[in-house]
């Protein structure tokens, strides 16, 4: 969900974004559609304290409107453009933590955003380190989604740009990595790569992926 701003200090674009955080859970309930995935939205120039304490409460107020739900939000990680709130694992950590019945909740690791973050993807050493890090402050148990895209950009440049799998700065072995971690084998993974109207690249992207399955 894009238009949401969960971390804005504006009052009416809070509760906007709150109210329709429920409509859209709602809607995932009635279909069945198990995780409703979300931005965690920006601060807006408050502070990234702040702005997590206004998620926090906006969160926990759209579990309290939606008991008994199914229907699972997941945090996605970010890339850190701009006041985005959510590029750091410690920002979803404190999330999980801090938001009212936060147990409702899960993860989804976007590969371009966290690389774009500065998580180290493309070395045995490297992605070894990110996943370490993922489990201590999150919990590997909470990641439940994947977003497969590599990055036009180079590690740590916080900028949201997406690109086709191999073709980017994470390239082919990043993708090996993530795709023969055991930990992730039953993890649903999207594709939002670049895509025309009869959707070839994402077969294409696919073939490839598939691929590097060893």
Known sequence: SYLLNLGTPDDTLWKRSRDTLIIELERCQALG???????????????EEAGLARVAQALGEVHAATPGFRAQILLETTAGQGTNLGYRFEHLGWLLEHTPTGERMGVCLDTCHVFAAGYE????????????????????????????????????????RHEHIGKGHIG??????????????????????????DLHEDRENLVVLRSLVE
């Open 121 to 160: 993807l493309r070395t045995p050493e490297g992605y070894a380190a990110t996943m370490e890090t993922f489990d201590r402050i999150v919990g590997l148990e909470r990641l439940l989604a994947l977003h497969l895209n590599d990055s036009k950009g180079d590690l740590g440049n916080r900028k949201d």
């Open 172 to 197: 082919l072995e990043g993708f090996r990595h993530v795709l023969n971690d055991s930990r992730l084998a039953n993890l649903p993974g999207l594709l939002e790569t670049p895509k025309s109207d």
């Open 33 to 47: 559609v198990p995780y409703l995935v979300l931005h965690p939205g920006s601060h807006v120039g408050t502070g």
